[in-house]
């Protein structure tokens, strides 16, 4: 899961925020049915693997009017429009409802939402739309229905802050993601976004979001810490001290993983000289081209090419296990 997947689930899965914002996004006729003190997150992911290169999902079942439904919150993270989306989408909702079968429940309506943070604007159009020049006689038989768009290049960052949702944590974290690729406005600005949480940061639940904040920044920008310990700190002076710990640990965290990775190339240096030379062992025992890729695992077009003192890649599984 990436670092965008991570902050969205971290802030819809606050469940003020999914009611703010499905509120705020959905039809009114929609909104005034939902009763919103049975909202309710469902745990487990519906996305697969092919799925997860494209958005992150978190659900909620409540009920509409009598009757029991899911609301899908997905959040689409590519900087750039996707012809596919409606054909992706139309994946997840089957996933949702092959998931009801395999565990006995009953199949339920489901309200898919799309929240959007690319570069360019996009309407993506439905399924329908994605098939040109059908007849008449063909277009019943294509599957189609409507999804909630929402593309955060159409708000401003002022209507994000002071006119469009009320709860600071969702305004702050769409404030964030609408300017994460952006990162000189996003640095600029960065303080008067986190002053909208002022006061919820004094509390643990504030303190806790904000760690997902910083950590979503620290991890998805190249802003510098200092600079970003400074822009929390002028906030909250334990959000500061958040942001210094959380820097350290992902600093220490990235010098592990270079040694690692280091290890790792020196281990597979080593392990490709000997793999070379036991090929040319081998050759010089009078073991024929043949025997040798047997023993050494290895196609025999690469042991030609180290007899002939040619450059040669070998795979690294092969390499692994010398």
């Known amino acids: 899961m990436n670092h965008h997947d991570l902050f969205f689930k971290a802030t819809f899965s606050i469940r003020e925020n999914a009611a703010d914002f499905v509120r705020h996004i959905l039809p009114p006729g929609l909104v005034h049915q939902i009763d919103f003190k049975t909202l ?6 519906h996305v697969d693997a092919e799925l997860a290169e494209n958005f992150s999902d978190t659900v909620y079942n409540c009920r509409f009017s009598g009757i029991q439904i899911k609301i899908a919150l997905l959040f689409e ?5 996707d012809t596919n989306l409606p054909f992706q989408l139309h994946r997840y909702m089957g996933n949702l409802w092959e998931n009801s079968i395999k565990q ?7 309200i898919p939402i799309v929240l959007y943070h690319g570069w360019k604007s996009w309407t993506p159009g439905t399924l329908i739309t994605r098939f040109k020049n059908l007849p008449n006689d063909i277009t019943p038989y294509i599957p189609d229905f409507k999804f909630i768009f929402v593309d955060l290049s159409a708000y401003s960052n002022e209507s994000i802050k002071t006119s469009t949702f009320k709860v600071a944590s969702l305004r702050i974290a769409l404030l964030i993601m609408k300017n994460i690729f952006d990162q000189q406005k996003l640095e ?6 986190l002053e909208i949480g002022r006061a919820y940061f004094q509390e643990t639940q504030g303190l806790k979001f904000l760690e997902a904040v910083i950590n979503y920044i620290l991890q998805a920008t190249e802003i510098e810490p200092d ?11 334990k ?43 081998a050759k010089k025992n009078g073991l024929s081209e043949e025997m040798i890729a047997q023993i050494a695992n290895l196609d025999i077009t690469l042991v030609r090419k180290i007899l002939n003192n040619e450059p040669v890649e070998i795979p690294l599984h092969l390499l692994s296990d010398s």
């Open 104 to 110: 006995k429940q009953p199949r339920m309506p489901v």
């Open 227 to 237: 600079k970003l310990v400074q822009s929390v700190a002028c906030i909250s002076e």
């Open 77 to 81: 993270h590519k900087s750039a429009p």
């Open 188 to 193: 600029h600005y960065l303080t008067q976004f």
């Open 40 to 45: 309710a997150i469902e745990k487990g992911s």
């Open 239 to 281: 959000g500061g001290d958040i942001a210094m710990t959380t820097a350290e640990k992902l600093r220490q965290e990235g010098i592990q993983k270079g040694i690692q990775k280091g290890r790792q190339e020196g281990r597979q240096e080593g392990s490709y000289k000997t793999m070379i030379s036991l090929v040319r062992n």
